[in-house]
């Protein structure tokens, strides 16, 4: 119980950071498909060899990036627009609206990581728990 209270204060900060601070992260123009900005790391003292690091991706209308896994948890959360997303479960492409949120579990490759529109830019939050030393996104597929 005290692990996830923590882990869920360290993603409310890095949440409120996101979306208090957006001068913080720039924009995306039409010429990025793809902007992604780290806003906040913090190694995790009740978690000894863990580090809790957050992101903000930005997409232009019609942006995507490209398939990659990641090192570690993540947790996703829709700050504006709307994100299509897939990962590695077996599961389709879902769409996931502002004030939602998604989880890659460690392992899983994502496979589809785009915005949803082709007229209005999408950006989310995503917070990685993860090895100190870990690589926390690599391009193509890990399975």
């Known amino acids: 119980m005290k692990r996830s209270f923590a882990t869920a204060a360290w993603f409310a900060a890095a949440l409120g950071a996101a979306i208090l601070q957006p001068s913080i992260v720039g924009s995306a123009?039409?010429?990025?498909a793809e902007t992604v900005k780290q806003i906040f790391s913090q190694h995790l003292p009740n978690v000894p060899g863990n580090s809790l690091t957050a992101f903000v991706v930005e997409y232009a209308p019609g942006g995507k990036g490209e398939?990659?896994?990641?090192?570690?948890?993540?947790?996703?959360?829709?700050?504006?627009?709307?994100?299509?997303?897939?990962?590695?479960?077996?599961?389709?492409?879902?769409?996931?609206?502002?004030?939602e949120f998604f989880y890659e579990p460690p392992g899983s490759d994502h496979l589809v990581?785009?915005?949803?529109?082709?007229?209005k830019p999408a950006k989310l939050l995503a917070v990685f728990v993860a090895d100190d030393a870990a690589v926390l996104t690599a391009p193509g597929v890990a399975n």
Request: glycine share 10%; aromatic share 6%.
């Open 113 to 119: 990581s785009e915005n949803a529109s082709a007229t």
């Open 29 to 32: 123009s039409a010429h990025d």
């Open 67 to 99: 398939a990659h896994h990641h090192s570690g948890s993540v947790f996703a959360y829709v700050l504006e627009g709307e994100i299509r997303s897939q990962i590695s479960d077996g599961q389709p492409a879902k769409v996931y609206k502002a004030g």
